[in-house]
């Protein structure tokens, strides 16, 4: 087992936490599809951007058990659980209100478990949270070994390329949800930008990209 001291860990730095999170992002979209081929006999991703197979809440959720660990690491195993299972709702209920009160949407819902709140957290996926927090512990050695490669001067630009690349992912993603919402709900179009949304960003392509997401009427 893992001991809990510095040893074990590498302090988190912007850089570091940048490449586990693109892993996370891309890891997380392309377990998720295989379990659901298995499952469902048919592939899915489930992505959260506009460009490329990136999921951002693997992503953050990689960086916030890395960064979790890392702080609590002195803490007793009740603490971390607790604090992990939290941190899990947290992220999830945060995460279903953008959604719900932003865009009028949902991606997911637990109403069908017991002791739910508002079916975006429940006690089951609470529960998941804290030993999927514990677990990750395990994964912070080669996850160390993996970014101590990651050094370096053309690692470091182009970390610095891709932080761009992804703000513009994200912020156009932004845009093109918000759209997707205004046409859904009957608003007109705002413009030149808008219309080339419209054009390159449709309800059709909107559905398939986010594949799992509904409107609430």
Known sequence: MLKNNKRDFVKPTYQRMFWLFMVGSIAGVIIEGVWYYFVHDRW????????????????????AFYIGNYYLRERSIIIRYLAFAALGDAVELLCGLV????????AW????????FMGLI??????????VGIAFQFLIPPSDRMLDLM???????SCIALTVFMAVNFALTAVCLIRWKQRHFGSENGGRF?????RNYNDEFMDK???E???ID
């Not at 819902?109 to 002791?115: Q, R």
């Not at 429940?122 to 030993?131: D, E, V």
């Open 44 to 63: 899915e991703t489930h992505v959260v951007s506009i460009w490329g197979p990136f999921c951002i809440i693997y992503g953050l959720g990689a960086v």
């Open 99 to 106: 959604l719900k009160y932003g865009l009028h949407m949902k």
């Open 109 to 116: 819902t637990y109403s069908h478990y017991p002791y739910n």
């Open 122 to 131: 429940c006690l089951k996926m609470t529960i998941i949270w804290g030993f």
């Open 151 to 157: 050094e370096g001067k053309y690692w470091r630009y």
């Open 194 to 198: 808008m219309q080339w949304i419209d």
């Open 209 to 211: 990209r986010f594949i």
């Open 213 to 215: 997401w509904w409107f």
